[in-house]
């Protein structure tokens, strides 16, 4: 009846997931208790469960990916102070437990935290960026937003009801097979990613054609903003690669339920196979992580600099390349595997290649800021420090793409320490810089800037006192992944990186203080005109938050640089007097289709999980049902009288004369 | 959402709202794919078994007959043309074989070289 799930899948004799668990359980019943009786319910459901607005779906997105991170932020706590303490002894983890600890911090890094933090970003800001109203499949945005949703309930899931992978955030075989690992660990974590891989895939393909198909009047591809540049690269190796990531994935459950023998160590099966799949799809998914951010730190510099964005060409096809470039590195994940000197050869060039791109743009935000006048606002200081840190992890980058040098260091703490170095410096960096100079777009106000300068120092220090030490103890030859390990030249360089990571910690806390003092401040920090950093891009150009329409009117782009443009010409006033008539604007109707897509999802991955068979036929039958329902429905838009578009409008346009005025002298 | 396609002369057009052929026209498009494929994939039944051509041949046989029904399906089915209004589609395309060509070729030549180099799995095993 129950397939495999029974009591026991409960860890009573494990005291830390359990009180985790507990404590996580009481703060969603705290929230969920308090908008109940609060009465927000009709309006959570509404106006945010609902909604295909790509504004909202992004906002929720990066909210899914903030609660992640702090999550993924835990397990790397744990797992420092484990590495402090554990010198010829055991710790206070368990290895089982400790091996679940960083399986689950590497994946839910990965797909949890950075990318739905990217594609929030990029839902959010795009289609503003290019001028339009919305997303190409806005109901189908939302069901790949609460797709990779269920993906994240899933693994927290583990946490409490049975187990997560032991196998790291690859589960690479024969050790994620069936006869290394029998429990349900590795199944949560293929179908988590296998559930959430579908949500990217439907967001990758929504916003692909979103840029290829939808910009505003005179907006050429050569008029975007960077950031729509690296959204249309990052989103067509999304499409391009994910794919991969879901074949290979598909095998190895194959494998596991139906006893196949791709991957196995008997029969036939090829282990390295399957470090071959999965790393064709995972060096592109290291791009498709950092190319937005690329963008982020291009509209950052840009803005405020004060100029316009240095090498833009240049710029536009370093992204392409890297683009096509990323699908010919792969190898260098596995040169220890033994493919011989020519196959090393040809990848490590290609390797070092790849960085040749990535340089052109270092340069280019060098330039940019050259000669501007720049303001060191907390994005800027992301982007600054993003540049300092980005270089190191990338010149240890290099150093590891020359096979003899990687032989000595593959799989040691350098390993990881260069990884986080361009993870954390360039994606996470991006993220938070994204996030710090979008936030008033997103909710009208700014974010306080001395605890978001506060953050910044903590984290960006906090960064080099955790990571410099890995550096040293790969160095020193210390391997990743060690529950506990008897080299006493190790030991102080792993106290060392645990006091960088409190210090990252408190960085983070720093960020939520300023998340609440700035909601506390809102009417002191409001951003009235809707262009709080004097922009440069079509989103400023509306109000903030803009209304669910974006544009009253279709912007008509006559340039690079779009709003700048248009307030160096002071071409708000003019077009206000000769604005035509306002019209009625019809707006996709909101659809509980990726909810309730999501739900019938989890029940099936779950049942797939625990191999409760009836459940997963009610699941996918659910499932299929909610997507039928959704293609025979009769209206799917509604109508936005003109004379509301015009009130609306009309606020804005107050607010935002003295500044247009401004504008024009500057 | 519809003011967004802005005039419907735009080279902007999803493949299939193209409105210019008749229906007449658009059918005959269809049958002559379909006979097409059709013939394809009865010669390469026909060439599998047959004994009337130099044997090494037919593998490359249905390498061609195969990219040929492919080409078919892209023409017929998918409609994809020359035309300006099929840049995008031609270069998704382009970008898809470009991937498909480095992964399966890059993944077969670093498996042949593997298997070069490193005996064999069960050779491993035994030698433990």
């Known amino acids: 009846m ?3 799930l029974d009591w026991s899948a409960i860890p009573f004799d494990q005291p830390i997931p359990l009180i985790a668990g507990a404590v996580v359980l009481v703060a969603i019943l705290a929230v969920l208790t308090w908008v109940v009786v609060k009465g927000h319910l009709p309006y959570l459901w509404s106006e945010w469960i609902t909604s295909v607005d790509h504004k909202r779906i992004g906002v929720m997105y990066i909210l899914l990916a903030s609660v992640m991170l ?5 397990d790397a706590i744990m797992m420092r102070i484990q590495q402090a303490v554990a010198y010829q002894s055991q710790g206070y983890l368990p290895p089982e437990h400790y091996n679940q600890i960083f399986s689950a911090h590497g994946t839910i890094m990965i797909f949890f935290v950075a990318m739905p933090f990217v594609i929030g970003l990029m839902n959010l800001i795009v289609p503003l960026q290019l001028g339009v109203r919305d997303v190409a499949f806005p109901t189908l945005n939302s069901v790949g937003f609460w797709l990779t949703a269920t993906g994240a309930l899933l693994v927290n899931l583990s946490l409490v009801v049975g187990e997560f992978a032991r196998t790291g955030w690859l589960a690479f075989p024969p050790l994620s097979e069936l006869s290394y690992s029998p429990g349900v660990g590795v199944d949560y974590y293929a179908w988590s990613l296998q559930i959430s891989g579908v949500g990217t895939l439907v967001a990758g393909i929504n916003l692909v054609t979103t840029v290829l198909k939808l910009r505003t009047k005179g907006m050429n591809y050569l008029r975007m903003p960077m950031f729509c540049w690296t959204t249309l690269a990052s989103n067509l190796l999304i499409v391009a690669a994910f794919p991969i990531l879901t074949a290979t994935l598909a095998m190895l459950l194959l494998d596991r339920y139906l006893g196949f023998h791709f991957f196995t160590n008997e029969a036939g099966g090829n282990v390295m196979m399957f470090m071959n799949l999965i790393w064709a799809w995972g060096h592109p998914e290291v791009y498709i992580l950092v190319l937005p951010a690329f963008g982020i730190f291009s509209e950052v510099v840009s803005t405020f600099s004060g100029k316009a964005l240095f090498g833009y060409r240049s710029m536009v096809l370093a992204t392409m390349a890297i683009c096509v470039i990323s699908f010919m590195v792969w190898l260098h994940h596995f040169f220890t595997m033994g493919a011989g000197p020519d196959v090393n050869a040809i990848f490590g060039i290609a390797s070092m290649i790849i960085a040749i791109p990535t340089g052109v743009k270092i340069y280019n935000w060098l330039f940019t800021m050259y000669g501007g006048r720049i303001r060191f606002a907390t994005p800027m200081l992301w982007s600054v420090g993003f540049m300092v840190t980005f270089i190191v992890g990338g010149l240890t980058g290099v150093l590891l793409a020359v096979p003899p040098a990687d032989f000595m260091l593959h799989n040691s703490m350098f390993l990881v320490a260069h990884f986080h170095n361009v993870i954390i410096g360039g994606v996470l960096f991006g993220a938070f810089a994204g996030f710090e100079y979008w936030f008033p777009k997103a909710f009208g106000f700014r974010l306080d800037e001395r605890w978001g300068k506060l953050a910044f120092w903590f984290t960006f220090l906090g960064f080099f006192i955790t990571f410099v030490p890995l550096y040293i103890a790969g160095m020193l030859g210390m391997t990743r992944r060690m529950q506990h390990y008897d080299v006493a030249a190790w ?9 960088g990571m409190a210090v990252l910690t408190i ?9 609440v003092v700035s909601i506390r401040n809102r009417e002191a920090l409001r951003d009235r005109t809707g262009d709080p950093w004097d922009g440069r891009s079509l989103e400023w150009a509306t109000s903030s938050p803009p209304p669910v329409f974006n544009f009253a009117f279709n912007p008509d782009v006559r340039g690079e ?10 071409q708000q006033q003019s077009l206000e007097r000769d604005r035509p008539e306002y019209q009625d604007i019809e707006m996709p109707r909101n659809s509980p289709t990726g909810f309730v897509c999501a739900f019938f999802a989890t029940i099936m991955g779950f049942a797939l999980i625990w ?9 996918g039958l659910g499932a299929w049902a909610t997507f039928v329902v959704f293609a025979w429905r009769d209206h ?3 109508v936005i009288p003109a004379e509301e578009v015009a009130a609306i409008d009309r606020v804005n346009l107050e607010e935002r004369r003295d500044l247009v005025s401004m504008a024009g002298t500057v | 959402m519809s003011d967004q396609s802005h005039a419907p002369t735009d080279h902007d057009l999803a493949p299939g709202e193209e409105e210019q052929h008749s229906v007449g026209t658009r059918i005959l498009g269809y049958v002559v794919g379909l006979a097409l494929a059709l013939l394809l994939t009865a010669t390469s039944f026909f060439i599998a078994g047959t004994d009337l051509v130099w044997q090494p041949s037919i593998p490359v046989a249905l390498i061609v007959l195969a990219i040929a029904q492919m080409g078919v399906h892209l023409v017929f089915f998918l409609h994809i043309t020359t035309g300006p209004d099929n840049t995008n589609n031609v270069l998704a395309l382009a970008f898809g074989l470009l991937v498909v060509f480095l992964v399966v070729g890059g993944t077969v030549w670093i498996m ?12 491993i095993m035994r030698m433990q």
């Open chain 1, 491 to 499: 030991r102080p360089w792993m106290i060392v990186a645990a006091i």
């Open chain 1, 636 to 638: 799917d838009e509604y």
């Open chain 2, 112 to 123: 042949a070289h593997l298997n070069a180099n490193m005996p064999p799995m069960d050779q």
């Open chain 1, 561 to 570: 640089d779009a709003y700048w443009d248009m307030k160096a010409r002071a």
């Open chain 1, 2 to 4: 129950l397939g495999k």
């Open chain 1, 611 to 619: 191999h409760i068979w009836w459940m997963v036929i009610l699941g």
């Open chain 1, 70 to 74: 702090l999550r993924g932020g835990s």
């Open chain 1, 507 to 515: 960085g983070v806390i720093c960020q939520i203080v300023q998340i």
